[in-house]
């Protein structure tokens, strides 16, 4: 499983879940700590200012009580994800179809060797595939609350707004 976190920039942080972990709250928090530090490093001028959001889907880990505990201990903010909504997930309908078209149909013997290609794949993507990803959800976020969802509305902020950088979250599973 690949774990992806990425902002209209680009990849901000990327690891691989090793053989036979589960995702958990413990081992998901761990990540996330991973995440502030290249945050830290990679964004400082969002580091410093604050100015940015989690959003990641309805995974039991994600929602744990030790998580939420976590996000709200360290300030993280989030961005909810309606349940069943992979239409306004951008690892669901931009990231994850990118890489699984980029990998199907080849054989790998090893682990190792699906790591590799993933990496590759994730190294070709520009800022501008980044930036088009973002603008997708904007414009699914405005047809869902134009279609009056009702869970949705007033709870997603402007994401024109240069204020708010959204971080994300997304898991690969195997090819």
């Not at 929602?63 to 069943?84: D, M, S």
């Not at 980029?102 to 980044?130: A, T």
Request: aromatic share 10%; net charge positive.
């Amino acid at each position: 499983m690949l774990i992806v976190f990425f902002d209209i920039r680009g990849i901000v942080r990327h690891e691989f879940v090793p053989e036979g972990q589960t995702v958990n709250a413990k081992f998901y928090c761990n990540v996330l700590r991973h995440l502030r530090e290249d945050i830290r490093r990679k964004r400082p001028e969002l580091w410093c200012a604050g100015n940015w959001l989690l959003h990641d889907d309805n995974a039991p880990s994600h929602r744990a009580l030790v998580t939420r505990e976590f996000l709200a201990h360290k300030g993280i903010i989030t961005l909810p994800h309606p349940p069943c909504s992979p239409d306004l997930a951008p690892c669901d309908f931009y990231l994850c179809p990118k890489m699984k078209l980029q990998l199907k149909g080849r054989c790998f013997d090893r682990v190792e060797e699906i790591q590799r290609e993933s990496q590759n794949v994730l190294g070709m993507l520009r800022e501008q595939d980044f930036q088009h990803a973002f603008q997708q959800w904007q414009r699914r976020w405005d047809q869902c609350v134009a279609a009056q969802g009702t869970i949705l509305k007033g709870m997603l902020p402007k994401l024109k707004s240069s204020k708010y950088i959204l971080v994300y979250r997304s898991s690969l599973g195997t090819f």
